[in-house]
């Protein structure tokens, strides 16, 4: 017992006590910034899932993979670390190079009003691995290790959909999971909310062109929150959900 307390000691606090506004290292690919003054051609065809318009210059977060491979090929596209991604608008998570990172936060949240009223102390999600490679899921396992521990916010994943408050979509959506994906959905009460996560959850990402996906999902039904990623890191993923207004009593500035 003794030696238990004297590694407790010795390992300190390990959690992330300002989980808002935790820095992160450098070598992140977070917020791409775009220089429209560079020569764009040395990027063309170098985006592995179409991301990069070198036509009229923009990046899609939806689809980026966030590998560098663009800025590696030339000076019109460089990777901040700003972790902070997600929004509820899916055309804003399309970046051009009068988009700053400031603006788009300030314009990336428009929620319901019944989302506040009703999940404002607690949000409990299913998570749906719709044919994902497992990046995603384990990031998202991360979220309530002891690092990170969403669960202090009122944030936990749930075994059944029928406990949950919304659903979190991993993955391409293939055929296989398209049924299990609408099922989910269906039990999972009223109201509820979907959170895509990920660049294989928003666009298809590197799969967006096989024909073993059905994401006729997307078309049914409603998508409240976007998470860019790919893998999405923990510090976004719970962020969004901060800023989404779902839980975390008495924050009102996230920005």
Known sequence: MLETLKLRIYQGEQFIKDIENAPMRSQFRGFPKLNSDVDITPCKGVCPTGALNTENLSIDMGKCTFCGACANACKAVEFTNEYKLASTNREKLIVTPETTFEEFRKTAFEVREEI???FGRSLKLRQVSAGGCNGCEMELNACSNVNFDMGRFGIDFVASP??????????????????ALEDCYKSTPDPKIVILCGACAISGGVFQNSEKLNREFLEKYPIDLYIPGCPVHPLTFINAILCYGATHVGTSELN
């Open 162 to 179: 029928r406990h949950a408050d919304g659903i979190v979509i991993t993955g391409p959506i293939t055929e296989n999971m398209a049924y």
């Open 116 to 118: 506040h009223r009703i």
